[in-house]
Nanobody
Framework: QVQLVESGGGSVQAVGSLRLSCAAS????????IGWFRQAPGKEREGVAV????????DYAPPVRDRFTISQDNSLNMLYLQMNNLKPRDSAIYYC????????????????????WGQGTQVTVSS
């Protein structure tokens, strides 16, 4: 059973930075996608940044491109999200998620393709 545990959320003022971490169990597949999604109150859960574990190839949602950086340490089964220049609209619960197996790149931001989810960590950005 794949387990994902997020940490690193908190409160920060606008233009500040936070780093989220996700500890993945060793059973997480090596050729799957793993990434970060977020959900703000009253909004749908949306993809933020994802990485293909086997190659390190990354994709970002347009609102966070050039501000957020996703990275991984496969030797530790860790996933990270460095968030810089945070804005109030980035406030949300951030979830770590992993697919069960390889998926097409065209689907890597679709939450429906992710089977495993962490419990989430709250990020609050004040103006």
């Amino acid at each position: 059973q794949v387990q994902l545990v997020e940490s690193g959320g908190g409160s920060v003022q606008a233009v500040g930075s936070l780093r989220l971490s996700c500890a993945a169990s060793a059973s997480t597949c090596r050729v799957c996608n793993i990434g970060w999604f977020r959900q703000a109150p009253g909004k749908e859960r949306e993809g933020v940044a994802v990485i293909y574990r086997a190659t390190g190839s990354t994709d970002y949602a347009p609102p966070v491109r050039d501000r957020f950086t996703i990275s991984q340490d496969n030797s530790l089964n860790m996933l990270y999200l460095q968030m810089n220049n945070l804005k109030p609209r980035d406030s949300a619960i951030y979830y770590c998620a992993a697919t069960e197996s390889f998926i097409l790149r065209s689907n890597n931001m679709r939450r429906e393709t992710y089977k495993y989810w962490g419990q989430g960590t709250q990020v609050t950005v004040s103006s």
